[in-house]
């Protein structure tokens, strides 16, 4: 397989990088279900077959050449070729009589057509194969291999839960003839229909099953085989450590056979797994060592394009210029194919983002290192007329190959080579007949893409109208795919902010522009609460949440909510209150002179930064107050005399980007904080919130956490005291240091309804969901392990967590998008409101506030977001706590009741 040729990483990630997905090589690829590569040549039934003569024998032998020359072709990427030698010699199979081999050769001709986009022909195809099954039912092994073949073809047509039961049939076919690895390949193939049906937890357990019964197997190419399978799903699914793991014993089973090829395939899939985990250094080491071992041109292209990527992406541009001749030596040594088409689109790829970056340069007066390289170190690949030629190249490989999918993806980067030359009536014409071929070939992947381009095209030649119908083209169809953007990629969250982002963003500046109507306000904010949910997905790299819209005078006729956008030049917002129309206000924050590598993003950044240098006590500052004034002047002024003739009593923000991490309620009108005239709460977006008011009879509260030193992480010795505070307000469970473990507050969780869980213990926010987690006494409990912890009796039909409070996590130091594992907590726990820490604060002022808190809770009819408002203006009020940075820290996500 040759899965990098195209995207970041591996081409097998079409549908972030939206690049088609190149064919399977002749051994089962992990980046595919395994069973998409060609069956191999199965010795036929003797119940079959009657002895041949020797006229039989030759016309026999004719065939098996017709039908290795077939998969000769469909190994090469001559993908139309190849079904055009296969349909011959099915038909002499036919006149032969040669029923095993009728049945393969309609599996290799299923799977050619569904690499072509052919969906129709595919699964024609694999259900003759069936039907001639039934009426010989004389090969199990045939059944198995034919079973897990239809389910690749319905998986690659989105039947996820009709493949999954394929796939189960599959397995118990290859179980009976006692075929192990069969079994292993279709149980990995389930994982992926697990993971496009949402159900991330039964397909780790999968995968865990699998490691166990390979470790098992003596060391063999098969057993290497089903590692390096292993830690491709692994991947998939972003267990970045274990997927290494798998692929490391691979590799050292694969080194004990001097096993060439597979050495260098495993190195390069490990050299994926460090870019993912953005170790670079690592990554451009694996991939050095795989070229060193791979002879097969292909492999070997695969491998330095992979590198050329990784340098580029690392501005090393001049090492990457230095590996140039060697990638077009083997586009010039391989024949042209499906393979050699996506390597030169990928080329043209990386060329334009050099071109791009060596503009950037010479913007910042930096041409000296350019012109110290010379037009003979750059390969005379960096001008229009040169990037052009090799993606017309392209075009014309895939069209003598007949290839649509690969030519809708070359014309497409064609386009966007227009575009990069602000050429753009011709990239225009260019997009719209890529996108007419993707669209007729059911090439959803590589559709978006072009939708995407075209809108952008369109808005630069000022046609807005028509720009936000491609965009919304292109969001629609971001929605359809959004099981399979997550389940998978592996590189899913390297690459969402620069693929997938940008559409929602765009598509909600185009919707602002120029007074929007309400119409388009209310799509702008579907579109902001679309992107907000989204970044979750991604957060986890699962379809963790489903969009229920509530409307805001459903919710609570007290609160407005701010969306906010930020675009290039501006922070945005769309405010909502009840029974009042939206309104849009926006605030330029770059203006068209300033320096062009400025952008609203770093400028608020820089705000970030400024406020939190004034969190600090026992620092003093000449404007303590301005960063905090700032964004009150850019987020609430506007509307502040709408928010006070409203009634408004709670106002609920969807925060986008950092503006996530700051602290609301410290934001100052020059006479008080916000939080002195407001209930606060932040949410992911009225589609997430499950609406409820929690009642005093409902206190009953699980409180744990650690007062001692664990792992590396200080002691909290305001911890006992907090919790013991608690205990004597409400009827409370205690689990403190020793008993806080993971298995006593599963089990606690499980017997006992407790509408307030009270976590006091070391925890973490990233902007990473793996660097995301909880301290226990014995352990860290992950974010993506707290549904199964959390919500267990959910399951039992028990009452969802109502409160759940994190009194001592921090956001991770240095992370300004660290926020979103905050949110991610919040969403991931199951509970309908989460109060948590922006940053670490002291113990005596935390267990103040806590202790109000409760009391606040205890008073009939006063809303979650109230009663963090009362204790934190307790601590507002006191001489001792009045600075921020003592009670500001404090957040409630979620339902605000």
Request: proline share 6%; hydrophobic share 40%; with cysteine.
């Amino acid at each position: 397989m040759y899965p990098s040729l195209l995207s970041i990483l591996t081409l097998s990630l079409k549908l972030i990088t939206f690049s088609p997905s190149p064919p399977p090589p002749l051994s089962p690829s992990p980046h595919l279900p395994i069973s998409a590569s060609p069956l191999p040549p199965l010795s036929p039934s003797p119940h079959l077959r009657v002895s041949p003569s020797p006229l039989l024998t030759s016309l026999e032998e004719q065939t098996s050449n017709l039908f290795r020359q077939g998969k000769t072709l469909y190994r090469a990427g001559k993908l139309t070729q190849a079904a055009k030698i296969w349909q011959q010699a099915l038909q002499q199979y036919t006149t032969q009589g040669n029923i095993p081999k009728q049945i393969q050769t309609w599996n290799h001709l299923a799977l050619v057509y569904r690499d072509l986009g052919k969906w129709e022909a595919a699964s024609v195809a694999i259900d003759r194969a069936i039907a001639i099954l039934k009426n010989n039912p004389s090969s199990q092994l045939l059944l198995a291999q034919t079973l897990n073949n239809k389910g690749a073809i319905q998986l690659a047509k989105g039947q996820s839960k009709i493949a999954l039961e394929t796939w189960k049939q599959s397995e118990a076919a290859y179980t009976a003839v006692g075929d192990q690895i069969g079994t292993i390949g279709t149980q990995l193939n389930q994982t992926q229909a697990l993971q496009t049906l949402g159900q991330y937890r039964r397909a780790k357990i999968v995968l865990e099953q699998i490691n166990a019964q390979l470790q098992q197997f003596p060391d063999s190419p098969l057993k290497a085989n089903g590692l390096h399978s292993l830690g491709i799903a692994l991947l998939r699914v972003g267990d970045f450590q274990p997927a290494q793991i798998a692929l490391l014993s691979s590799l050292k089973i694969s080194q004990s056979l001097n096993d060439e090829a597979a050495i260098s395939k495993t190195l390069m899939e490990l050299g994926n797994v460090a870019r993912v985990r953005q170790e670079f250094e690592k990554a451009q080491a694996f991939y050095q060592q795989a070229a060193l071992l791979a002879f097969e041109p292909s492999l070997q292209l695969q491998v330095q394009l992979n590198q050329f990527s990784l340098l580029v992406d690392a501005n090393e541009i001049s090492k990457a210029i230095s590996i140039l001749p060697t990638i077009k030596s083997l586009l010039e040594e391989i024949p042209p194919s499906r393979i050699t088409v996506y390597a030169r689109v990928n080329l043209a790829e990386n060329l334009i983002k050099i071109k791009r970056w060596e503009d950037g340069e010479r913007g910042r007066g930096r041409e000296g290192e350019m012109g110290r390289r010379g037009d003979a170190e750059r390969g005379r690949f960096n001008d229009f007329q040169d990037i052009a030629q090799i993606l017309i190249k392209a075009v014309s490989e895939a069209r003598v190959l007949q290839d649509q999918r690969a030519e809708a993806y070359a014309l497409g980067q064609l386009g966007h080579l227009y575009e990069s030359y602000k050429q753009r009536q011709q990239a225009k014409k260019l997009t719209q007949q890529a996108l007419l071929i993707a669209v007729e070939s059911n090439a959803q992947d590589i559709a978006i893409s072009w939708q995407w381009q075209l809108g952008r095209i369109l808005a630069a030649q000022g046609l807005i109208t028509e720009a936000i119908n491609a965009y919304n083209q292109a969001f629609e169809t971001l929605s359809q795919l959004r099981g399979d953007l997550v389940a998978l990629n592996p590189e899913v969250g390297f690459a969402f902010r620069d693929k997938v982002e940008p559409i929602y963003r765009q598509l909600v500046q185009l919707l602002l522009k120029n007074e929007p109507s309400q119409a388009n306000l209310r799509r702008a904010r579907e579109v902001i609460e679309a992107l907000q949910l989204a970044q979750l997905n991604n957060f986890f790299r699962e379809i963790c949440f489903d969009a229920q819209p509530q409307q805001i005078d459903q919710v609570d006729p007290k609160a407005a909510v701010f969306y906010s956008i930020i675009l290039p030049d501006r922070l945005a917002v769309i405010l909502s209150v009840p029974g009042k129309p939206l309104r849009y206000y926006d605030t330029i924050l770059i203006s068209d002179n300033s320096d062009h590598q400025e952008n609203a993003s770093v400028l608020l950044e820089r705000t970030f930064d400024d406020l939190f240098a004034t969190l600090n006590p026992f620092i003093s500052n000449s404007e303590p107050l301005r960063p905090h004034q700032q964004l009150y002047d850019w987020l609430i002024r506007p509307v502040e005399q709408q928010l006070q003739n409203s009634g408004v009593k709670t106002l609920v923000f969807v925060l986008d980007g950092v503006l996530r991490g700051i602290p609301m309620a410290a934001l100052h009108d020059r006479q008080h904080y916000l939080i002195e005239k407001y209930n606060l709460a932040l949410t992911p977006g009225l589609q997430l919130l499950p609406p409820q008011l929690l009642k005093p009879e409902q206190l009953e509260t699980l409180a744990g956490g650690l007062s001692e030193p664990r792992q590396g992480f200080s002691a909290l010795p305001g911890v006992i005291e907090e919790v013991e505070q608690i205990a004597k307000l409400v009827p409370a469970d205690v689990l403190l240091n020793q008993d806080f473990t993971r298995s006593r507050l599963e089990v606690k969780i499980d017997s006992t309804s407790f509408p307030v869980v009270h976590l006091a213990t070391h925890g973490q926010f990233s902007s990473q969901a793996e660097k995301t987690f909880l301290l226990t006494w014995d352990g860290r409990i992950n974010v993506k392990d707290l549904d199964q912890l959390l919500q267990v009796r959910e399951r039992q039909n028990k009452r969802p967590i109502e409160l759940l409070i994190l009194s001592a996590c921090q956001t991770a130091a240095g992370d300004k998008r660290a926020a979103l594992g905050l949110a991610g907590v919040a969403l991931r726990s199951g509970a309908r409101s989460t109060m948590a820490a922006l940053w670490s604060v002291q113990d005596d002022s935390t267990t103040k506030l806590m202790i109000e808190l409760y009391k606040a809770l205890k008073q009939p009819g006063v809303t979650k977001a109230e009663a963090l408002r009362q204790a934190q203006l307790s601590l507002l009020k006191s001489p001792q706590y009045q600075h921020p940075a003592y009670w500001s820290a404090f957040v409630l996500v979620g339902n605000w009741l």
